[in-house]
């Protein structure tokens, strides 16, 4: 489904995000493109803190001195677990929700359909509940 504002046209897609799913965890990329400010600053919060996590565990990893020590230079902490866990959570609510946040997100900001007739614009409207007057066309003078 498109929308667009002025010249500017947006495809979003209706149903689950693969790319939300699979790169979302890399700093939020993908939320930026999409205008998710909000989740794209928590992502790169969680992926940032990931990464320093990793960096602590290989610097550990290397001053040991004897091999009986990898176990204990590799322990993630519960700080770590929970990072990972919010990361991997965070990304599946993305892959099902994100392409919805981004149209309403769109929608509100004075963005219309470009087919408000469009039987996938119809269904994604009564599946996330979109009030009508996005569904209205402009009638002319």
Known sequence: MALHKGKETVKVPFGFSWSLLLLSTFFGMPLLSRRLWGWAAVMFG??????FGIVRRLSALFEISDLSQIDE??????????????LLACSVVLAFKGNEWTVKNLLNKGWKFADPEDALVRKAADKWRLPKHFLQHKKPL
Do not use: F, K, P, R
């Open 46 to 51: 969680l992926s940032s803190a990931e990464i």
């Open 73 to 86: 230079a590799l322990q993630m902490s519960v700080w770590d677990n929970a990072v990972e866990n919010g």
